[in-house]
């Protein structure tokens, strides 16, 4: 086969089209960077997913945290301490186990035992406590003038909060919450170790990794191939971020607008 029939049998074999039989013989460049790369959609869905629902959770969650109220507070520290207390490998395992025992039980949630579900639903709840925390430090950080300013032009409450505390938040947040985003979208790659089972050999990119890996009796392709995947998926995460902070940022002094920085997180 040529690279380009390759492209076109196996550009989106993970998501259930084209070539369904994995190959057994050729393991060219193309064929790994091909499979590799359609596994990556995958990767892609659980990161763009759970961050889009986990950052509205997380600012629900920093926002309970921050009121006086302990009937608001308490929950709210319970779930970023338990969340951010134990490792997310751990989760997926736990997970798993508790998503297969409401199957046994009930037997109408059997689809929570799935990789594309279950592990969304770790990873969601997972970066939606970091985000929190997240927020939540940068709602307390907000500038105690802009509020009085708020309350001097007659604005309490929602209106107060929507025109002046949440967009501060955000801005003050942006950089760090960037850096959650990356780790998350690097996290997705945990999904291939956990218990959830890939359906019907669809999975993610380092599935398809770690079969190149076995065949060849080489990882220093495949995983390489991963890796490059990664860094340019995560430039575009920077890129975009980058735009979203420059718009948060457009009414400060281009001197004074808050650059992103990565800093990555070895453990977490």
């Known amino acids: 086969m040529t690279c380009?029939?390759?492209?076109?049998?196996?550009?989106?074999?993970?998501?259930?089209?084209?070539?369904?039989?994995?190959?057994?013989?050729?393991?060219g460049l193309c064929t790994q960077f091909t499979l590799i790369g359609s596994g990556m959609l995958w990767n892609i869905y659980f990161g763009v997913i759970a961050l889009v629902a986990?950052?509205?959770?997380?600012?629900?969650?920093?926002?309970?945290?921050?009121?006086?109220?302990?009937?608001?507070?308490?929950?709210?520290?319970?779930?970023?301490?338990?969340?951010?207390?134990?490792?997310?490998?751990?989760?997926?395992?736990?997970?798993?186990?508790?998503?297969?025992?409401?199957?046994?039980?009930?037997?109408?949630?059997?689809?929570?035992t799935s990789a594309w579900a279950g592990a969304l639903v770790v990873l969601f709840l997972?970066?939606?406590?970091?985000?929190?925390?997240?927020?939540?430090?940068?709602?307390?950080?907000?500038?105690?003038?802009?509020v009085?300013?708020?309350?001097?032009y007659g604005m309490s409450g929602w209106s107060r909060?929507?025109?002046?505390?949440?967009?501060?938040?955000?801005?003050?947040?942006?950089?760090?919450?960037?850096?959650?985003?990356i780790f998350l979208f690097h996290a997705t790659t945990l999904v291939f170790f956990s218990?959830?089972?890939?359906?019907?050999?669809?999975?993610?990119?380092?599935y398809y990794a770690s079969y190149f890996a076995d065949k060849t009796f080489n990882p220093f392709i495949p995983y390489p191939i991963v890796a490059f995947y990664f860094i340019v998926l995560t430039l575009a995460v920077i890129g975009v971020f980058g735009l979203a902070n420059r718009h948060l940022n457009r009414h400060l002094p281009q001197d004074r607008r808050p650059r992103l920085k990565y800093r990555p997180q070895i453990i977490r």
């Not at 997972?126 to 802009?146: D, H, K, Q």
């Open 148 to 152: 009085e300013a708020a309350d001097a």
């Open 54 to 112: 986990g950052f509205f959770l997380a600012n629900a969650i920093a926002v309970m945290k921050a009121q006086p109220s302990a009937w608001l507070r308490k929950p709210a520290e319970w779930f970023i301490l338990i969340f951010r207390g134990s490792p997310l490998f751990i989760q997926f395992f736990l997970a798993y186990f508790l998503f297969q025992e409401l199957k046994q039980s009930t037997g109408s949630v059997s689809w929570l």
């Open 126 to 146: 997972n970066t939606a406590a970091y985000s929190a925390e997240i927020f939540y430090g940068a709602l307390r950080s907000v500038p105690r003038g802009e």
């Open 4 to 27: 380009w029939e390759i492209v076109q049998a196996y550009a989106f074999r993970s998501l259930g089209f084209g070539e369904r039989i994995l190959p057994k013989d050729d393991f």
């Open 195 to 206: 218990g959830f089972p890939a359906f019907q050999q669809k999975g993610d990119a380092l």
């Open 161 to 181: 909060f929507r025109r002046i505390i949440w967009p501060t938040t955000l801005r003050l947040a942006w950089p760090a919450y960037t850096n959650e985003a």
